[in-house]
């Protein structure tokens, strides 16, 4: 027989419930949509040329500063690969890494990480985990909700 030992670290007391918090809301504009086929499937690549961000915090999508990558598989389901830098209202710089899936029904849900100055206001957001709902906007733009994940 095989006993099971579950180190310390894991124990039930050191386990903490999950939850999410709305932190800040990113809308993104495109330049278009640039396809290619590849063997993994249909590459596409949309630049980013600005937006806004609002929430806890608030700012400007800096233009050409980021871009959405990802695949298109046989499915319809899409990886999702985003990079995007953003200003906030006191010249603050932000750089946001999205990962995740698209579907053709609409879900699209991306983990986030996000870089900000040590020293600055929204340090707060470093070495955090953010779950991004994305949602299609009209003229072919994205706003992202993101919910830090407690």
């Known amino acids: ?26 809308a993104l504009e495109f330049e278009g949509t640039h396809a290619s086929n590849t063997p993994r499937g249909e590459r596409i690549f949309r630049a980013v040329t600005g937006g806004r961000i ?12 980021g871009a959405q990558f990802g695949v298109r598989h046989g499915d319809g389901t899409s990886d999702i ?12 710089w932000l750089y946001i890494r999205n990962l995740g899936i ?8 991306a983990t986030a990480w ?17 779950v991004g709902i994305g949602r299609p906007t009209e003229g072919g733009g994205l706003t992202i909700a993101y919910h830090e994940v407690l």
Request: no cysteine; hydrophobic share 40%; aromatic share 12%.
């Open 81 to 92: 690969i985003g990079h995007i830098l953003l200003r906030d209202e006191g010249g603050e």
């Open 54 to 65: 609002s929430g806890k915090i608030t700012g400007a999508v800096y233009p050409h500063g």
């Open 114 to 130: 996000v870089d900000a100055d040590v020293r600055g206001k929204h340090a707060w957001t470093n070495n955090l985990f953010f």
């Open 1 to 26: 027989m095989v006993s099971f030992h579950m180190p310390s670290d894991h124990a039930d007391e050191n386990i903490r419930p999950i939850g999410f918090a709305p932190a800040f809301e990113v």
């Open 102 to 109: 698209a579907r053709e029904d609409g879900y699209w849900r």
